[in-house]
C-alpha cells in the first residue's frame, strides 16, 4: 500500500488516514505531494487520485480517496487494530462525530488552519468560530461522559479520535481554552493526549523536520 498526502506541516485530511494506519500497524509507504496552487500540483495528483486530491490510499489496482473512506478501508482490512469500537452504541456515536468533523466546523477550519511550525499565538475568533468551539467542547464532553475514556469512544484511540486530532492542534497553535467555550476540564485534557499519541508524534516531527 501506499498513501498519497500533502504537506505534513499543514494537511489535516492526509493525517487523519496516516494516524490510523499507523495504529494499524500497516505496512504502506507514503508519497508527499507539496500542496501548492497552481497546475503544476494539480498535475503532480491527477495521476495518483480520482479525485485529483489528496489523500489518496493505493492497495494494488485499488485507490480509495477521501479521509473517511480510506479510514474505513483500513478497519475493514485491519480489524485487529479496533480503528471502531466493538459496542454497537459506541461506533454509531464515534462515526456520527468523524461524520461531523468531516463535513461540519468550517469557520473554524477557515479562521484557524493547521500549522504545525506556527509559532503559537492567541487569535481573535468570530462567533462563528466560537460557535464551532462550543458544539466540540459540547460533542467531547457528551462521548467522554458516556463512555468514560480516555478516547472519545471508550478505552481504544480509534478513526473518531483521529479525526480531532487537527482540532487539539489548532487548540495549542492558536492560544484557545477550550474552558472558554463550555468545556469542564476533560475536553482540554482530551485535547493534550491526542499531542501525546506516539503516532501523531511521528507525523509532527517529520513535519517540523520539513520546515
Known amino acids: 500500500m501506499e498513501l498519497v498526502i500533502g504537506d505534513k506541516a499543514w494537511s ?17 509507504g507514503e508519497r508527499i505531494v507539496p500542496l501548492r496552487r497552481g497546475a503544476a500540483t494539480e498535475a503532480a495528483i491527477a495521476p495518483l487520485s480520482p479525485s485529483g486530491l489528496v489523500p489518496a490510499l493505493i492497495d494494488g489496482d485499488l485507490t480509495v480517496w477521501d479521509s473517511l473512506a480510506i479510514c474505513e478501508y483500513v478497519a475493514e482490512k485491519f480489524p485487529a487494530a479496533r480503528l471502531w469500537p466493538e ?58 461522559a458516556r463512555f468514560g ?6 478505552a481504544e484511540w480509534g478513526i473518531v479520535d483521529a479525526f480531532f486530532t487537527p482540532v487539539a492542534t489548532r487548540l495549542r497553535t492558536y492560544g484557545v481554552r477550550l474552558s472558554d467555550f463550555g468545556d469542564n476540564g476533560a475536553g482540554g485534557a482530551y485535547a493534550e493526549r491526542l499531542l501525546e499519541r506516539p503516532e501523531f508524534l511521528g507525523w509532527e516531527a517529520a513535519a517540523r523536520g520539513a520546515g
Do not use: Q
Open 87 to 144: 459496542d454497537a452504541a459506541a461506533r454509531a456515536l464515534a462515526r456520527a462525530a468523524a461524520a461531523e468533523m468531516h463535513s461540519g466546523f468550517t469557520s473554524l477550519r477557515g479562521e484557524c488552519p493547521m500549522d504545525l511550525n506556527a509559532t503559537p499565538k492567541v487569535a481573535e475568533l468570530s462567533e462563528a468560530t466560537h460557535r464551532d468551539l462550543r458544539r466540540i467542547a459540547r460533542l467531547w464532553a457528551s462521548l467522554l
Open 12 to 28: 489535516t485530511w492526509s493525517m487523519r488516514p496516516w494516524l490510523v494506519l499507523k495504529k494499524a500497524g500497516a505496512e504502506c
Open 149 to 154: 475514556g480516555p478516547y472519545l469512544a471508550g
